[in-house]
T-cell receptor
């Protein structure tokens, strides 16, 4: 069985500070890993994905994530956040490309 | 290229009533998915269409939910009769051959059952 854990439900951070949103997963097989973002009153937008290859993945809006197989983690990072990054972030795994398993989401609030 | 569109964006209905949600996938995408997020919980898979066929409906909560995709284009998700616990956001997503393992989500249909 697969599951995704996002340990932090809410993360407040000051503008221009770095941020890390944590994601751990459990799976007995290889998985594809994704981060999606939901801005207020909008749908889910793909930030980045890991399918294979380099474990450091760069996405849109300056975000990146690193796949760590030994720790079964896929933490999302940004060196300097902006007000516009305030949103809810979802980590997801899939091993078929069809059924996705999502975490409960992390609400990021950037404080001016 | 238009994205995945969903209608209605918001719906408030009384317990026992019927609601039908519609999803128009990205043109040419054979794979269509329905997901749901109940408040505060994770986003959960409901079902997967390949063209007009149901490939996987293991996530459908009960027989009050009926999904269709006649003609393999748009899809509808009907809840009849609606219960309070059906409140949440219903996301539709689609995937095509060119998008690989990436699925594209719509903005969601927010359903409130009172």
């Amino acid at each position: 069985a697969q599951s995704v854990t996002q340990l932090d439900s809410q993360v407040p951070v000051f503008e221009e500070a770095p941020v890390e949103l944590r994601c751990n997963y459990s799976s007995s097989v290889s998985v594809y890993l994704f981060w999606y973002v939901q801005y207020p009153n909008q749908g889910l937008q793909l930030l980045l994905k890991y399918l294979s290859g380099s474990t450091l993945v760069k996405g849109i809006n300056g975000f990146e994530a690193e796949f760590n197989k030994s720790q079964t983690s896929f933490h999302l990072r940004k060196p300097s956040v902006h007000i516009s990054d305030t949103a809810e972030y979802f980590c997801a795994v899939s091993f078929t490309g069809n059924q996705f398993y999502f975490g409960t989401g992390t609400s990021l609030t950037v404080i001016p | 290229e238009a994205g995945v569109t969903q209608f209605p964006s918001h719906s408030v209905i009384e317990k026992g009533q019927t609601v039908t949600l519609r999803c128009d996938p990205i043109s040419g995408h054979d794979n269509l998915y329905w997901y749901r997020r109940v408040m505060g919980k994770e986003i959960k898979f409901l079902l997967h269409f390949v063209k007009e066929s149901k490939q996987d409906e293991s996530g459908m909560p009960n027989n009050r939910f009926l999904a269709e995709r006649t003609g393999g284009t748009y899809s509808t998700l009907k809840v009849q009769p609606a219960e309070l616990e059906d409140s949440g956001v219903y996301f539709c997503a689609s995937r095509g051959r060119s998008s690989g393992n990436t699925i594209y989500f719509g903005e969601g249909s927010w359903l409130t059952v009172v």
